[in-house]
């Protein structure tokens, strides 16, 4: 039998009707479920008799609660919270009886109605309560009212919109916001190879790569270095590099982030760089979904309450009650890149009115009324031992206006460059959205030359729905001839090059990927990229770019064609790409066909066989000059998590003179608890490969050492004490360790993460007062979910007192006397996490001669046993 607070056994009872749930943390068996769901929901004014259970009143527990309407005692619960029809938390809630004792109702304070979003200043009543007083908000604002499913452990609060705050759709209240536990993290990923040759030639080659951070309260302190070894081929390397740190944290206030240290500017504006200072900027993490990105706002009329439903593309995804006169949607999701919203306002006398609002969207635009800023002052980094580091001050800001129109703009300062930006954006409905914007810059050169020039950019993005056509982004820049970035000022010769290679050998030829020359300067691009949908099931897309200089006609070029369809549940695409570098002679070309066939396209539905996550593929590559490579592969997962993937290649290549190499690769890859490992072996022509790496993560914190997978920005710590070796819903590879602490390596930022126990990988002496847990970590933070679990024996006791079973629905409790169970027929009674001996006590009324207290031992044997039992007499 499920524990109450499990949310399995919470949807379990909601399979067999079981509407009557004890107090918090209490137990049930199967009958006495079924006997008190289905003979205590009497409803106000019934009386039922007890002797329909026995007849011996004295037998049966007090039954008046339950016969005046109530579905379960007072108490505390722990239940999911629904505000309006929407999730809000899952949170214990106290519950008593109402003024007539027939239901109960839900203990809120102030500030947790305010944290669900409820104005409460606007009931005056409310206002003057103290902060942790219960508030009767049902009988003090109209209209409100509250519902507890017992069954589903649920609260259900409805709240009229004239007593809700203006809060968008999705959202959480930064109160809810955790900034996580102190704790101490290392990343790390290890990568290394062997390469021989035939010739008896061997190269060895080693990376790590170390993230290390520390986060105390809101600040999180971060660091990364890299290490990197190579021998072979007469020369060595070992090289410790240092890449960047910084101090960060939430400014809540301002919905913005503070980092300090190293960074990076965002390329919305101006072209992104890397920095060391500090920088403000707006974080749109902290925003609710439904205030993400671009949609347009809604206005309109309603006669009176009427439903007001969004359609885009066909597909409903808004819907809402409004109050007579002008309403206003300003928290629809951002779905698509475009597609017309078809607007329908349904009256309650059945009458509709249908409108239209145009909605298309460019990276540049903003919700009316949102703002999104930047401010960053510091020194301007590259990694370029041929740059200097000119410090700088840089601000942007974009402000979403009314009609669809965003305003933005910035300035970026240092001592040899000054420029500013000021643009437009604007959903055009049916006709796209747009946004322009120029640059003017004043830069002084390496050769101390001074410029001034101007850059303009132009986006565009449309779709074309009912033709299955979308324009993603077409995109076009033209700089004058003085127009230069900083990058470009921070240089300390007009041109330059790298003459190293990777093994240290100086090279007569330099590498082109290093060259520069600021007389060649940027002066147009242009960008596309369309997709069109061909039937249900394939899709060919074109991206294309072409980049121009001044003072040369060579110029950059690149072109990507592909289709892609599927058959099924088989995928195949052909895809020819195209890429040419203006300092470079020739062009690189490639034409590919790709198919993956998985096995359980011939297998059942319900086979079990190895092969049912395994797919074939194969593969075919040309350059169009008589390179061609074919590879056939097979690729798949193992165990019962699917942590454990492997792929093996075989193949050949041939080269323009008719020499055929044979190509092989085989991999093994596995995702564990406490980390990841990698192993491969590869061969083609004359040189085998062996390669292999480990990565994970290690979060130290007050109770300990935890291992991990690697570790991402975000991460939640598990902590079930006693529960061992439990796995992790929805995480693959991912369990309790020894102690009971694992770590889940991503979450999401400001937003809920419900995690989840597998209950059925629990040991027979081990239960959960609540196997998911919900969290709303803030970024960066670690965040603990700490599982209450109770370690003991299961047991099915027999309970009598004075010669005669304990009466049918007596409560049992035990231990600190907050986990207890109901009483069935003939006294029986199932308890978990019991000690070997110990004390029971059982209470069937309020009189002093209506409770008792048993002392039990359990047989020695019982600790091997998933169910003992045992009989005690209750005195």
Not at 293 to 301: D, S
Request: charge should be positive; hydrophobic fraction near 35%.
């Amino acid at each position: 039998m499920p524990h109450l607070n499990d949310r399995a056994g919470r949807e379990s009872m909601k399979k067999y009707h079981i509407r009557a749930v004890p107090l918090k943390k209490a137990m049930l068996t199967p009958l006495a479920l079924l006997l008190v769901a289905s003979t205590f929901s009497a409803r106000a004014g019934n009386y039922f008799n007890p002797r329909f259970l026995a007849e011996d009143t004295e037998s049966v527990a007090d039954l008046s609660g339950f016969e005046q309407g109530l579905d379960a005692p007072p108490g505390t619960y722990r239940v999911d919270i629904y505000i309006n029809d929407g999730y809000m938390t899952t949170r214990d809630i106290t519950f008593d009886k109402n003024h007539d004792g027939k239901k109960l109702e839900p203990c809120l304070t102030r500030s947790q109605l305010s944290s669900f979003g409820v104005n409460t200043l606007t009931v005056p009543d409310i206002a003057g309560m103290k902060s942790d007083a219960c508030v009767p908000f049902t009988r003090l604002m109209t209209d409100a009212s509250s519902s507890f499913d017992v069954g589903l452990q649920r609260l259900h609060i409805s709240i009229p919109q004239a007593f809700m705050g203006n809060q968008a759709r999705g959202y959480i209240a930064p109160e809810l916001w955790d900034d996580g536990i102190t704790a101490g993290l290392l990343n790390y990923n290890y990568t290394a190879s062997e390469v021989h040759n035939s010739n008896g030639g061997t190269r060895r080659y080693s990376f790590l790569n170390l993230q290390t951070g520390f986060n105390l309260k809101a600040w999180r302190l971060r660091n990364n270095t890299t290490w990197s070894y190579s021998s072979g081929a007469g020369s060595n390397q070992n090289r410790w590099q240092h890449i960047n740190t910084w101090l960060e944290r939430d400014i809540v206030a301002l919905r913005s982030r503070l980092t300090i240290g190293d960074g990076y500017t965002a390329d919305d504006i101006f072209e992104g760089i890397n920095f060391r200072g500090i920088q403000v900027a707006s974080d749109d993490n902290m925003l609710p979904d439904s205030q993400r990105g671009f949609a347009p706002v809604i206005h309109g009329i309603a006669r009176g309450t009427a439903r007001v439903s969004v359609k885009q593309n066909g597909y409903e995804i808004y819907q809402t009650t409004v109050p007579p006169g002008a309403f206003t949607i300003n928290d629809l999701y951002a779905a698509g890149n475009s597609g017309d919203l078809q607007v329908t306002v349904k009256e309650a006398d059945g009458a509709d009115q249908v409108f239209t609002v145009p909605f298309s969207t460019v990276p540049m635009l903003l919700r009316e009324g949102h703002v999104k800023y930047t401010m960053t002052a510091g020194q301007y980094r590259s990694g370029n031992q041929q740059q200097d580091k000119p410090e700088f001050f840089q601000s942007t800001a974009i402000l979403g206006l009314r009609k669809g129109w965003t305003a933005y703009g910035g300035s970026r300062l240092s001592r040899n460059y000054r420029s500013i930006n000021l643009g437009l954006g604007k959903n055009l409905g049916r006709l796209g959205a747009i946004s322009a914007d120029i640059t003017q810059a004043s830069a002084n050169l390496p050769d101390s030359s001074k410029h001034q020039g101007q850059s303009l950019r132009f986006l565009y993005n449309k779709s074309l729905n009912e033709l299955g056509t979308n324009f993603q982004l077409v995109g076009y820049r033209y700089s004058t001839k003085g127009f230069y970035s900083m990058a470009d000022t921070a240089w300390r010769r007009m041109r330059g090059y790298s003459v190293m290679s990777e093994d240290g050998i100086v090279n007569i030829k330099p590498k082109l990927t290093d060259y520069y020359n600021l007389n060649y300067k940027k002066r147009g691009r242009v960008q596309a990229t369309v997709t069109q949908q061909l039937g249900r099931t394939s899709t060919l897309y074109l991206t294309g770019s072409h980049q121009s200089y001044w003072n040369t006609r060579r110029s950059d070029e690149q072109l990507q064609l592909g289709y892609n369809s599927t058959i099924e549940d088989i995928s195949w695409n052909m895809s020819y790409s195209l890429a040419k570098n203006a300092w470079s002679d020739g062009k690189d070309q490639l034409l590919a066909f790709n198919i993956n066939i998985p096995f359980s396209h011939w297998m059942r539905s319900d086979s079990r066989s190895a092969f049912r996550n395994a797919s074939a593929s194969y593969n075919t590559s040309t350059d169009l000059h008589g390179h061609t490579t074919n590879t056939a592969g097979l690729y798949g997962t193992l165990l019962e998590d699917s942590n454990l993937s492997y792929s093996v290649q075989t193949g050949y290549a041939s080269g323009g003179s008719g020499n055929s190499n044979a190509t092989g690769n085989t991999a093994l890859n596995y995702r564990g608890t406490y980390g990841n490992a990698n192993i491969g072996y590869s061969h083609s022509g004359d040189a085998n490969q062996l390669y292999y790496g480990f990565s994970g993560g290690l979060l130290a914190h007050a109770d300990g050492i935890t291992l991990s997978q690697p570790l991402n920005d975000t991460t939640v710590l598990i902590k079930a004490p006693g529960a061992k070796h439990v796995a992790v819903e929805n995480q693959s590879g991912v369990s309790t360790d020894w102690r009971g602490y694992t770590v889940i390596p991503y979450a999401m930022d400001y937003r809920e993460n419900r995690i989840s126990l597998n209950t059925g990988t629990l040991e027979n002496n081990v239960e959960l007062e609540e196997s998911v847990l919900s969290v709303v970590p803030t970024r960066g933070a670690v965040v603990r979910a700490d599982f209450k679990t109770r370690i003991g024996l299961k047991v099915l006791m027999t309970l009598t007192n004075n010669g005669k079973p304990v009466p049918f629905g007596s409560v049992v409790s035990y231990g600190d006397g907050q986990s207890g169970s109901i009483v069935a027929d003939g006294g029986l009674v199932y308890l978990t996490g019991l000690a070997p001996e110990g004390t029971v006590n059982a209470k069937w009324g309020n009189g002093p001669n209506e409770l008792c207290t048993a002392t039990y031992s359990l047989p020695t044997n019982s600790q091997k046993q998933a169910l003992s039992y045992a009989s005690a007499i209750c005195r």
